[in-house]
T-cell receptor, first 113, second 114 residues
Framework: GESVGLHLPTLSVQEGDNSIINCAYS??????FIWYKQESGKGPQFIID?????DKRQGQRVTVLLNKTVKHLSLQIAATQPGDSAVYFC????????????FGTGTRLLVSP | EAGVVQSPRYKIIEKKQPVAFWCNPI?????LYWYRQNLGQGPELLIR????????DSQLPKDRFSAERLKGVDSTLKIQPAELGDSAVYLC????????????FGPGTRLTVL
């Protein structure tokens, strides 16, 4: 399939390692944040979300951390697997009363067996 | 449950030609979005529909782009005439309605303008 991006920041890890992907967002008024995973030739797939009144949320093998002071979001993936290889995007909701997502620059995660 | 369906998956046209993309959202989803994704970047919103109404088209280049969602279900995005800079992946997404429920994306249509 086609590549989502050729010059994205890249994080290379070994299978079984923990991965941390970082994102800086722009709007201090954003109240909702989402991490998406995008595999080659596919649309973005929801991973996990977090509201601005929280600073941490855990899912299955994934954790999202939100630091509103410095407008920073991170995605932690535990025990990274080859199937986790993809481009990861954070998105912030800039809408009030409706959802209008603004996507950040993606990070390519490469997991070696 | 079927996901968001888009067609065609790939389209190659010459500049100045028209092109149209079709999207069938998840059944029951009232909100529909069209995004454009350039290589190496995140998706950028073009237009948002609530049922059949285009409630946010501020980022749609209206001189050449148009969209419709006549019955509040399927949607079509059209470019006429296409320019070289329109080469991108066009993504459709849908969500049930208001609130914090997530957007579900289709696989996209990759457009190449020669």
């Amino acid at each position: 399939g086609e590549s989502v991006g050729l010059h994205l920041p890249t994080l290379s890890v070994q299978e079984g390692d923990n991965s941390i992907i970082n994102c800086a967002y722009s709007n201090s008024a954003s109240d909702y944040f989402i991490w998406y995973k995008q595999e080659s030739g596919k649309g973005p797939q929801f991973i996990i979300d977090i509201r601005s009144n929280m600073d941490k949320r855990q899912g299955q093998r994934v954790t999202v951390l939100l630091n509103k002071t410095v407008k920073h979001l991170s995605l932690q993936i535990a025990a990274t697997q080859p199937g986790d290889s993809a481009v990861y995007f954070c998105a912030e909701n800039s809408g009030t009363g409706f959802q209008k997502l603004v996507f950040g620059t993606g990070t390519r995660l490469l997991v070696s067996p | 449950e079927a996901g968001v369906v888009q067609s065609p998956r790939y389209k190659i046209i010459e500049k100045k030609q028209p092109v149209a993309f079709w999207c069938n959202p998840i059944s029951g989803h009232n909100t529909l979005y069209w995004y454009r994704q350039n290589l190496g970047q995140g998706p950028e919103l073009l237009i948002r529909y609530e049922n059949e109404e285009a409630v946010d088209d501020s980022q749609l280049p209206k001189d050449r782009f148009s969209a419709e969602r006549l019955k509040g279900v399927d949607s079509t995005l059209k470019i006429q005439p296409a320019e070289l800079g329109d080469s991108a992946v066009y993504l459709c997404a849908s969500r049930p309605g208001t609130g914090r429920d997530t957007q579900y994306f289709g696989p996209g249509t990759r457009l190449t303008v020669l």
